[in-house]
């Protein structure tokens, strides 16, 4: 069992930097691959960086490529979103979420949000214009 508590967010303005923290319990959290996903107002969830158990590899949409960075620190059981040059499209609540990963596929990682069974409970970024 993992649970996950997501901190960070706020309201800031274009062009602005934030970074988001998730925070795992459990002494297991390096046997998990990881994700950040987003969810703007009506709109369905979608991720916007993953990593894998092993944390070498990662994926981003393209957009946010190049401005967002997912990076996580297994001995603080945290992950962390590095969100740079922010747009205001970039607005939505942002989820952490974790997915048990064996070791023979530690360098898996996962882009849909079904594949992930544990979430925390988001946190609101808000980009102004």
């Known amino acids: 069992q993992v649970q996950l508590v997501e901190s960070g967010g706020g309201l800031v303005q274009a062009g602005d930097s934030l970074r988001l923290s998730c925070a795992a319990s459990?002494?297991?959290?390096?046997?998990?691959?990881v994700g950040w996903f987003r969810q703007p107002a009506g709109k369905e969830r979608e991720f916007v960086a993953v990593?894998?158990?092993?944390?070498?590899?990662?994926d981003y949409p393209d957009s946010v490529k190049g401005r967002f960075t997912i990076s996580r620190d297994n001995t603080k059981n945290t992950v962390y979103l590095q969100m740079n040059s922010l747009k205001p499209e970039d607005t939505a609540v942002y989820y952490c979420?974790?997915?048990?990963?064996?070791?023979?596929?530690?360098?898996?990682?996962?882009?849909?949000?079904?594949?992930?069974?544990?979430w925390g409970r988001g946190t609101q970024v808000t980009v102004s214009s």
């Open positions: 459990g002494r297991t959290f390096s046997s998990y691959a």
């Open positions: 990593n894998s158990r092993s944390g070498g590899n990662t």
């Open positions: 979420a974790a997915k048990f990963s064996s070791i023979s596929v530690s360098n898996f990682y996962y882009r849909k949000a079904t594949e992930y069974g544990y």
